[in-house]
């Protein structure tokens, strides 16, 4: 079976993907609690002849499809949480909730649930006619968003069985990811003092804001101290009521702290620690450290991202009619396309890339592929997928599933989740990582250079989750 016949299964089965896109949307579940749309997802995996493993790694939430047998097994990762507070109607270039403060898509995870599980079942068609050896894995993947919930599977040795793994992501450009990502942990901290009479017996009283502030304090003088690269945020979660004439016995303080590389984070967060408990002994207040979840940094792997790349030129890119272009112009309307971080792509390509692309990157849709760049930038921001890339060769994709200039986690994104573009990325996304698929089933080679490539990168070294042994997935609410 030849990769057009696997492109034009796919888009004849489009109706099934783009559905089930829009009914992940509509469920718009936080992370670990995507129990509807991990319902939709089993059940069309069932319905298309995988084998289906839930409550995998003890994850209520996460699952397996698995088609074919011996070697090699490719793993194609699935995603479909939501983020809190950006629910919005779907179609409009205005921001308005259907609900206020509920769950929104704001990451496309409902697309790259969907787009991979078409990917899925574009690789189970071709093993089934080629009757070539090798298996296909569709991993749902819970709680990206704030819960690395592929972390806590890889500690479980979920992936070990992979060959290679293939994602993508929803984006405002087609391009081949390249280059690394940041490593992060995410810790709570609660500080613990005594109530009393802000006004009649002050001296009685411990605040736990105090320390949370004096904290806060020490980690901002902290930020010079640190590498450039590494990140540090933070979200007080519990101000301790309020009351302004209680002195706050109890009060809790969120923090995200990313670096490029583990080891990195795990130093910074020693001396993030050494602060909370200073400022637990300057209000003599007490500090419970609550380590709540980590990822891994990304390891690029040139071999697999040639392989998406050359398949990605090969495809014929999507077109748009009059009215879905007059969306998506009415969306570009709503922000201020910022082109530097795609100038940044370009200024690792020829002068002749860059005089052919440039022009084109302040153009409502990003309707070309993006030259292929190998580097080992880490973008900034963290994915979870960094914990796989660590077992075995792993590389992605991102398709312009929505208007150029679209700002990550806003309402713009969930607007346009439903959108043609959004549908039409989501297919094309699938077609690309399976034809990928097809090419290391039929040259089991590349997969050896793609494992020695990540042998070479990790320098003999194993991968050692970031998490804790017992600690378990965290729900947002």
């Not at 084998?51 to 090699?72: D, L, Q, W, Y």
Request: aromatic share 8%; glycine share 10%.
């Amino acid at each position: 079976m030849d990769k057009k016949k696997v492109i034009d299964y796919i888009a004849q089965k489009s109706d099934v993907f783009c559905d089930l896109s829009d009914k992940i949307w509509e469920s718009a579940e936080t992370a670990f609690e995507e129990f509807e749309s991990a319902k939709v997802l089993c059940e069309a995996l069932e319905e298309s002849g995988f084998k289906v493993e839930k409550g995998i790694a003890g994850i209520e939430t996460a699952f397996s499809g698995t088609f074919g047998s011996g070697k090699p097994v490719i793993g194609i990762l699935g995603e479909f949480d939501a983020l809190s507070g950006l629910n919005q109607r779907a179609g409009i270039c205005e921001q308005e909730a259907i609900v206020a403060g509920a769950n929104g898509h704001g990451c496309g995870h409902n697309m790259l649930g969907a787009g991979s599980l078409a990917a899925a079942v574009g690789i189970k068609k071709y093993l089934e006619e080629s009757g070539k050896s090798g298996t296909v894995i569709y991993f749902g993947a819970p709680g990206e968003e704030g819960g690395s919930g592929k972390a806590f599977m890889a500690r479980e040795g979920v992936f070990d069985i992979l060959d290679a793994a293939i994602c993508w992501h929803p984006d405002s450009m087609n391009w081949v990811w390249a280059g690394s990502s940041l490593a992060n942990y995410q810790v709570k901290y609660k500080f613990k003092g005594l109530s009393a009479h802000a006004a009649a017996n002050p001296h009685h009283g411990r605040s736990a804001l105090d320390a949370v502030e004096l904290m806060n304090i020490g980690v901002q003088f902290l930020r010079e101290h640190i590498i450039q690269e590494a990140r540090i945020h933070y979200a007080i979660i519990n101000s301790g009521g309020f009351s302004p004439n209680v002195v706050q016995a109890n009060a809790e303080v969120l923090y995200l702290i990313r670096s490029p590389k583990t080891p990195q984070v795990e130093e910074i967060y020693k001396r993030v620690n050494k602060i909370a408990a200073g400022a637990a002994q300057m209000t003599e207040t007490e500090v419970e450290i609550d380590f709540i979840k980590a990822c891994s940094n990304l390891v690029p792997n040139t071999v697999l991202e040639r392989v998406l790349y050359d398949n990605f030129k090969d495809m014929d890119l999507p077109k748009y009619t009059d009215d879905e272009m007059v969306f998506i112009k009415d969306m570009a309307k709503t922000m201020n396309p910022d082109a530097v971080a795609l100038k940044k792509k370009l200024s690792h390509g020829t002068e002749e890339e860059k005089a052919n692309f440039t022009s084109k990157l302040e153009d409502d849709i990003l309707d070309f592929v993006m030259p292929y760049f190998p580097n080992d930038d880490a973008i900034p921001g963290s994915t979870d997928v960094g914990d796989v890339s660590w077992i075995c060769p792993t590389a992605q994709i991102g398709t312009a599933t929505w208007t150029n200039g679209t700002p990550g986690h806003s309402w713009q994104i969930v607007s346009q989740g439903k959108s043609a573009q959004a549908h039409k990325g989501t297919i094309l996304a699938g077609q690309v990582m399976a034809c990928a698929a097809i090419d290391l089933y039929e040259n089991p080679e590349i997969i050896e250079k793609a494992k020695a490539e990540l042998n070479e990168r990790l320098e003999g070294g194993k991968y050692i989750c970031p998490i804790p042994k017992g600690l378990k997935p965290r729900k947002m609410t």
